[in-house]
């Protein structure tokens, strides 16, 4: 079993930044890929940024310039750097890892920008 646990988020001003982490622990084997989803009320839950295992990063557009992801690899850590915060930014943000077979989903974090 895999366990992934969020942390970093709160309640920021717009313009602001946060770093979101996201550590993984448990029976995790070969990482294929790690990333973050967010959701913010009554919208769909939307792909945010992915890190693959060789380091490859791609990213929303409606993020791009603003977010950095990166990984630890040692750590089995994920990070999400936001900078330039927006009120639309404000959401549930999900980390996930995929093995091989299988995607695990940490349990959220709250980002919350305040105009």
């Known amino acids: 079993q895999v366990q992934l646990v969020e942390s970093g988020g709160g309640l920021v001003q717009a313009g602001g930044s946060l770093r979101l982490s996201c550590a993984a622990s448990?029976?995790?084997?070969?990482?294929?890929?790690m990333g973050w989803y967010r959701q913010a009320p009554g919208n769909e839950r939307e792909a945010v940024a992915t890190i693959t295992s060789g380091g490859g990063t791609n990213y929303a557009d409606s993020v791009k310039g603003r977010f950095s992801i990166s990984r630890d690899n040692a750590k089995n850590t994920v990070y999400l750097q936001i900078n330039s915060l927006k009120p639309e930014d404000t959401a549930s943000y999900y980390c996930?890892?995929?093995?091989?077979?299988?995607?695990?989903w940490g349990q959220g974090t709250q980002v919350t920008v305040s105009s």
């Open positions: 996930y890892l995929d093995l091989r077979y299988h995607r695990y």
């Open positions: 448990g029976s995790i084997g070969s990482i294929t890929a």
